[in-house]
């Protein structure tokens, strides 16, 4: 059995075990088994991040500072000429434009929606479990996917929100041609995806905020909005910040939604939609195949996305500091957003079992 | 306990003796309490109604495009609820296309899989090291795990791509999997689990009997695991299944995996947008079906790591 499940690519020997061996040789070898097997197991992804994380991040530097071409290779040491180069020109900016435009139009209504919508599912809704699933479905639908659909319904002639506008009697709106309607097309897209995912962290906050702070609340006759403003959301702060820097790591690097939002995939004839992402792949695979030059703008974006979450860093820590709250470790940052389950982080945890005697929503959260 | 709580909940109890409204407010303090509180009205429904309703649809609208054809699209910007009848025949359109179809699902099914499992088992084995073994340097390197979540990764794509062309694997899964194999998400969370979820009795159970540690990973370990280890996995071939921007720069058209199969479709009969929706349904229809069964442990998963943090 040991041998089939054999972890690592190491040659550190695990003794082999059920075989009969002497005495102090069998000592010394589980000796060594408690020593060595904790490095054994956790060698995997070191090793995998080591070659395929921060090599890479490491090397991107290097390339960036050569001529390096996708077909002839590394050529000429150039020191900063295509950071020079990418900086003067007007596609990089507008990248930077439409990425940051992006992100905070999506960033702060999603925030707000998931917000609410955790509100209205912390009542003792029937069939929570069903509501729950209701707006996480989203999250199992591809990006690319959610481009595709999304694109044909903003399409700015025959599109369902336009012929939706049209029946209230606004005019079409130019969702492909305009910058800000581009704009605001794509971050509904990342938002159809997100919000349910968002509110659900949210949701699993608030179940978290001792009940004591509702009832003295509910005593001194305070309102369900009076509620959910003086209460609840001073008591998310440390989980909405935390999903903001998540959000913002995954946001900054958004590539899919805005790629497929027209068929050519360039970000519109005036890059209205183009995001800086997308500027790296045009830069590396697009017609000037230019590895130095995409290298040089990943840098550049990974240091804005390395200061915004230090910002971000700074501003938990003095918060959460301000609060009887502690921010614990950040838990989610995967793919794109936030791929993987969980995210927030309240210290104070889980829903306490007791008070959810009669209550088997906790059940499904806690078990 | 003086003024009855908040008036329109109180109203009822209007001309009930002292006694009895006081009863009330307990009653309802104590279900505050544990969280229940009253049945919230038809309100709520209503916007968890239309809520779902905007969850669903522009799924339900890819179908109904797929379901069409080009000039039923064309005249009906906003589709009929009722589907027409041409979704088979879309379908086998993207099938016999040339973005090569049945390769993509198998390729989305190798490398989603293989994600799965490694993540699941190589973040178990990790974890179990960081929750209940003692090593030198176990709280340092644990901290790295995490910090190393926040790197933005997706932006080392061009050294990536040049290691990949040396190890001649431009255009080949192993491009896709090797990366995935283990992430630091997994390792954080399996260890969380762990930390809580496995008593220490039981590993040293196991070392008195005189299983060596990896027999007593695989015998008690990976069991106690299991609750986590399925969230994990099912939240990996989710990840797995959905990326598009490695995949698409690495294997591009030659070997697609499914998302970039559509955007191959949809670069390809952009005209068409019956045959495109056809098959981005047909490609997000697996993970729907997976959502139907596993849909309660995803709620789950999401809200524990939102809890435990």
């Keep these: ?367 | 306990m003086s003024a009855p709580p908040s008036s329109h909940l109180a109203g009822g109890i209007a001309g009930a003796g002292a006694a009895r409204a006081a009863k009330r407010r307990d009653e309802r303090i104590r279900r505050r309490k544990s969280q229940v509180g009253n049945r919230p009205g038809w309100v709520t429904y209503a916007i968890l109604g239309v809520v779902l309703a905007l969850s669903a649809y522009p799924l339900y609208y890819s179908f109904l495009l797929g379901s069409s054809d080009p000039v039923t699209i064309a005249q009906n910007p906003i589709p009929s609820l009722i589907p027409e009848g041409n979704f088979i025949d879309n379908a086998v359109r993207v099938i016999s296309s040339d973005i090569k179809f049945w390769q993509a699902v198998l390729n989305s099914v190798i490398a989603a899989t293989i994600m799965a499992v490694s993540v699941v088992f190589f973040s178990t084995l990790a974890g179990f090291a960081f929750a209940k073994l003692r090593f030198r340097g176990r709280a340092p390197l644990l901290v790295f795990v995490v910090a190393t979540m926040a790197v933005p990764t997706q932006l080392s794509v061009v050294p990536l791509f040049i290691l990949m062309a040396e190890l001649g694997w431009t255009g080949r899964l192993e491009a896709i999997i090797v990366p995935g194999l283990v992430t630091a998400f997994g390792v954080f969370w399996m260890t969380q689990y762990l930390e809580q979820a496995l008593p220490y009795e039981l590993i040293e159970a196991a070392r008195v009997d005189g299983c060596s540690m990896i027999r007593t990973f695989w015998h008690v370990v990976l069991p106690a695991a299991r609750p986590a280890a399925t969230m994990l996995g099912l939240f990996t071939f989710i990840g797995s299944w959905t990326a598009f921007f490695w995949p698409f720069i690495i294997l591009g058209s030659t070997n697609p995996t499914l998302p970039v199969a559509i955007q191959l479709l949809q670069a390809s009969y952009f005209k068409d947008y019956s045959l495109i929706l056809a098959g981005v349904t047909l490609a997000a229809l697996p993970l729907v079906v997976v959502f139907m069964f596993a849909g309660r442990q995803l709620v789950a998963g999401v809200m524990q790591g939102a809890v435990k943090g």
């Design chain 1, 1 to 367: 059995m040991a041998t089939v499940t054999e972890p690592a690519p190491s040659t550190t020997p695990t003794p082999p075990p059920g075989k009969s061996l002497p005495l102090t040789r069998r000592q010394r070898m589980s000796a060594l088994d408690v020593k060595l097997s904790p490095y054994l197991y956790i060698s995997p992804f070191f090793i995998l991040f080591a070659v395929l994380g921060l090599f890479p991040l490491v090397y991107t530097l290097w390339v960036s500072l050569h001529d390096w071409n996708l077909i002839g290779g590394k050529g000429e040491f150039v020191g900063m000429a295509n950071y020079a180069q990418v900086v003067q020109q007007e596609f990089f900016w507008r990248g930077m434009r439409n990425t940051f435009s992006i992100f905070l139009i999506s960033g702060v209504t999603q925030t707000l929606a998931a917000l609410a919508l955790a509100a209205v599912l912390n009542q003792n809704i029937r069939a929570k479990t069903f509501w729950r699933m209701g707006v996480l479905l989203p999250f199992v639908i591809a990006p690319v996917a959610v481009g595709v659909i999304f694109n044909k319904m903003f399409a700015d002639q025959n599109g369902f929100f336009n012929e939706l506008l049209g029946y209230v009697g606004l005019g079409p709106v130019a969702w492909h041609a305009g910058v800000l309607e581009s704009h605001v097309a794509i971050a509904t897209m990342v938002n159809f995806r997100w919000t349910g995912y968002v509110t659900l962290i949210f949701l699993a906050a608030m179940q978290a905020i001792p009940t004591e702070l509702y009832e003295a609340a509910l005593l001194d006759g305070a309102s369900r909005i009076r509620q959910f403003i003086s209460i609840t959301v001073p008591m998310l702060r440390p989980t909405i910040i935390f999903v903001v820097i998540t959000a913002t790591i995954g946001g900054l690097q958004i590539f899919d939604e805005p790629r497929v939002f027209d068929q050519t995939g360039l970000g519109g004839s005036d890059r209205q939609w183009m995001t800086v992402t997308m500027y790296i792949y045009e830069l590396g695979w697009g017609p000037t195949k230019s590895f130095g030059r995409a290298a040089a703008v990943s840098w550049i974006l990974f240091l804005i996305i390395i200061l915004v979450g230090a910002i971000n860093f700074w501003l938990t820590r003095r918060i959460a500091s301000g609060d009887s709250k502690k921010v614990a470790a950040p838990a989610a940052p995967a793919p794109t957003q936030a791929a993987a389950p969980g995210a927030g982080a309240v210290a104070s945890a889980e829903p306490t079992r007791k008070a959810a005697a009669a209550n088997n929503d906790a059940k499904e959260t806690t078990s």
